[in-house]
Structure formats: structure tokens, C-alpha cells
Nanobody, 124 residues
Framework: QVQLVESGGGLVQAGGSLRLSCAAS????????MGWFRQAPGKDREFVAV????????YYADSVKGRFTISKDNAKNTVFLQMNRLKPEDTAVYYC?????????????????WGQGTQVTVSS
């Protein structure tokens, strides 16, 4: 059973930055692909970014491309989401997710494991 723990959320003004972290419990995590999703109040959960653990390939939602960067630290079994130039519409609960295999998937159903979420609030 893979456990994921997010951290790094908080309150920030528009234009500011935050870095989210997702620590994974599984030592064999190198075979997993990691994704970030978010859910704003009253909306469905949506894809944000994904990284292939083994190859480092990445893919982003159009709404965050050029502002957010997903990265990983293999030694710490941790994935990061650096969020720059934040906008009020980025306000949401952000979730880390994991799936076995190298494919970059953008749908919730593709992921087997989820963290508890961390709140990001961007004030205008």
C-alpha cells in the first residue's frame, strides 16, 4: 500500500509562489508515475501536472503551463509542485496521486493512490 503525504499549502497573494511536496512511503516508487490534481469549491477535481518517475517526462494542464513546475527527488521519494505567478483561480485543494507504470495520464481514474490534499488559497 502506497501512502502519500502532501505539504506546503497555505495562503498567498496573487503573483506569489508556493511549493507543494508529496512524500511517498514506497521504496519501489521508481516504477510509479506521479500526478497533481486540484479541486476548487463547487467544481470537479482537475488535472494539473504529471511526471514519470523513471524517465522524468512531464506534462501540464494548459491553465498552469509556464507557471507551475513538477519535479522529483528520487533519494527522498518526494515529488514537488513549484507554483509561481499564482492567481486567485488557482485556489483549490491540491492532491498528489500515484499510478504504476510510466505513462503520463491525466484522468483521475488512472491513479490508484491519493494523498489527503493540501489547501492553497490565493488572495486577490
Amino acid at each position: 500500500q502506497v501512502q502519500l503525504v502532501e505539504s506546503g499549502g497555505g495562503l498567498v497573494q496573487a503573483g506569489g509562489s508556493l511549493r507543494l511536496s508529496c512524500a511517498a512511503s514506497e521504496r519501489t516508487f521508481r516504477a510509479y508515475t506521479m500526478g497533481w490534481f486540484r479541486q476548487a469549491p463547487g467544481k470537479d477535481r482537475e488535472f494539473v501536472a504529471v511526471i514519470s518517475w523513471s524517465y522524468g517526462s512531464t506534462y501540464y494542464a494548459d491553465s498552469v503551463k509556464g507557471r507551475f513546475t513538477i519535479s522529483k527527488d528520487n533519494a527522498k521519494n518526494t515529488v514537488f509542485l513549484q507554483m509561481n505567478r499564482l492567481k486567485p483561480e488557482d485556489t483549490a485543494v491540491y492532491y498528489c496521486a500515484a499510478r504504476a507504470g510510466p505513462d503520463l495520464r491525466v484522468t483521475e481514474a488512472s491513479y490508484n493512490y491519493w494523498g489527503q490534499g493540501t489547501q492553497v488559497t490565493v488572495s486577490s
